[in-house]
Structure formats: structure tokens, C-alpha cells
């Protein structure tokens, strides 16, 4: 039958997959925290084995590591992978705004000054889920209108090292930078200026990534 075919849904490993990343980069799951897949199975409701496919995922993505026993521990966060992360977050985001420009319309450039607004009352309220949602908004138009898959692939990859340490550090640091920079960038895409809008993406992460990453260096000489 041609017009009958199976109902698609998500598999359980890519459900469980990403439920623990999620958990991973909020902190939820803290880092250096043990985990077996035995008890996460038991809190899923499915077998070990999607739980086992979704953590070996995150263990190349080096989100957890495997220790003896069936079990795996949510990897510490490290300044230095961070540090390197941020310089290619900020290269990939920096092009798909070079790419994008041309593309964007209207109602883009009114779906980011929307999530800019959203940003500025997340973090008048201090809601870093809120805050991160909103920040991933505004440079998710440039990405889509970039109209280059590779790109968000990459930075699927590279995003929650960014992520985790600004979820660490989102209470300690003044934020409100951003939303002069994203300002700027607007401004720079309604002239239609591509390689403006590209420079003024990619300083926007590399200024997040210096105050994140001196505020963690900062609390380590502290101690």
C-alpha cells in the first residue's frame, strides 16, 4: 500500500539522548556527578539499552565518561576546552550571519529584536533558562536564514561546553552587554552589511566566552 507507511516517531535512544544532554548542560546533572545506566533506565521506563546508546553519544561528545562498574560520570567542567570552544562557536556563528544577511527578511529582523526583548527581561528576573532560550533565538534566525545545514551540525557538537559553563557562571556575571551587541548586530543587518554583521556576531561570543571564562578563573584563584 503506497499511501500507508509507518508513523514515524523519535527513537528511545535519541528521546533519552536528549533528556540527559539537556540535564547535562542545565547542571541538573551536575558535573563530576556518577550516574548508572541501571537507575536512569528505571527513570526513563525503557531497557538499558537506548540509555546505553544515548550515554555512549554523549561520551564522544566528552558530556560524560565511562568508569568501571556499568558506571559514568558527568565530566568536570574544563576552562581551557571551554576557552577553545568559544573561539569556534564564535567562527561558525560569525559565518552563518556573513551568509545570512543577504537572506534576511522583516519579520526576521522583528523575531530578533522580539528575542533580544525576551533576553533583557530574563535577565532582569535572573532566569538563566529563560536568558540562554532566548540568546539561542536571536542567532537561531541567522542559522536558519545561513541556509547551510553543516554549520548547526557543527555547532550541535561544540554548544554544550558553551552552555554548561555560562550555566555555571549566569549568576555571577553582568550579561547586559549582549543586548547592546545584539542591538548592534541588527543595525548591521538592516544595512544589509555582511561582513559588519558577521564581526559584530562573532566578537558578541568571543566578549561572552572572556567574561565567563575570567569569572571561572577568577573563583579558582579564589579558592
Same mark, same amino acid.
Request: glycine content about 4%.
Given at each position: 500500500?503506497? %499511501? @500507508?507507511?509507518a508513523?514515524? *516517531?523519535?527513537?528511545? #535512544?535519541?528521546? =533519552?539522548?536528549d533528556?540527559?544532554k539537556k540535564?547535562?548542560i542545565t547542571?541538573e546533572?551536575e558535573?563530576g556527578?556518577r550516574?548508572?545506566d541501571?537507575? $536512569?533506565?528505571?527513570?526513563?521506563?525503557?531497557s538499558r539499552t537506548?540509555v546505553?546508546?544515548?550515554?555512549?553519544?554523549?561520551?564522544?561528545?566528552g558530556l =560524560?565518561e565511562? +568508569?568501571?562498574g /556499568?558506571q %559514568?560520570r558527568?565530566t568536570e567542567i574544563? $576552562?581551557?576546552?571551554a576557552?577553545n570552544?568559544?573561539t569556534?562557536?564564535?567562527?561558525l556563528?560569525?559565518?552563518?550571519? #556573513? +551568509?545570512?544577511?543577504?537572506a534576511? %527578511?522583516?519579520?526576521? @529582523?522583528?523575531l530578533?529584536?522580539v /528575542?533580544?526583548?525576551? &533576553?533583557?527581561?530574563?535577565?532582569?528576573?535572573?532566569?538563566v533558562i *529563560?536568558a540562554?532560550?532566548?540568546?539561542?533565538?536571536f542567532h537561531a =534566525? +541567522?542559522l536558519?536564514?545561513?541556509?547551510n545545514d553543516e554549520?548547526?551540525?557543527?555547532l550541535d557538537?561544540?554548544?554544550?561546553?558553551?552552555r *554548561?559553563l555560562e !550555566?555555571s557562571? !549566569?549568576?555571577s556575571?553582568?550579561?547586559?552587554?549582549?543586548?547592546?551587541?545584539?542591538?548592534?548586530?541588527?543595525l548591521?543587518?538592516?544595512?544589509?552589511d555582511s561582513?559588519?554583521?558577521? /564581526?559584530?556576531?562573532?566578537e558578541?561570543? &568571543?566578549? $561572552?566566552?572572556? @567574561?565567563?571564562v575570567?569569572?571561572?578563573?577568577?573563583?579558582?584563584?579564589?579558592?
Amino acid at each position: 500500500m503506497k %499511501t @500507508i507507511k509507518a508513523i514515524e *516517531r523519535p527513537a528511545l #535512544r535519541d528521546q =533519552v539522548y536528549d533528556s540527559l544532554k539537556k540535564a547535562i548542560i542545565t547542571l541538573e546533572l551536575e558535573p563530576g556527578q556518577r550516574i548508572k545506566d541501571k537507575d $536512569l533506565a528505571a527513570v526513563f521506563g525503557v531497557s538499558r539499552t537506548p540509555v546505553r546508546e544515548a550515554l555512549k553519544r554523549l561520551e564522544d561528545e566528552g558530556l =560524560v565518561e565511562s +568508569l568501571p562498574g /556499568s558506571q %559514568t560520570r558527568i565530566t568536570e567542567i574544563h $576552562l581551557e576546552e571551554a576557552k577553545n570552544a568559544f573561539t569556534v562557536v564564535a567562527a561558525l556563528h560569525s559565518l552563518a550571519a #556573513r +551568509l545570512a544577511v543577504p537572506a534576511i %527578511t522583516n519579520e526576521d @529582523i522583528q523575531l530578533m529584536e522580539v /528575542s533580544n526583548s525576551e &533576553l533583557r527581561k530574563a535577565l532582569k528576573e535572573k532566569d538563566v533558562i *529563560r536568558a540562554v532560550e532566548a540568546d539561542d533565538q536571536f542567532h537561531a =534566525v +541567522l542559522l536558519k536564514a545561513s541556509r547551510n545545514d553543516e554549520i548547526e551540525r557543527a555547532l550541535d557538537r561544540i554548544m554544550p561546553k558553551v552552555r *554548561r559553563l555560562e !550555566f555555571s557562571k !549566569f549568576s555571577s556575571v553582568d550579561a547586559y552587554q549582549s543586548l547592546e551587541e545584539h542591538q548592534a548586530i541588527i543595525l548591521a543587518i538592516q544595512k544589509k552589511d555582511s561582513a559588519l554583521a558577521g /564581526s559584530l556576531v562573532e566578537e558578541n561570543w &568571543l566578549s $561572552l566566552g572572556r @567574561i565567563l571564562v575570567g569569572e571561572a578563573d577568577s573563583h579558582l584563584n579564589n579558592q
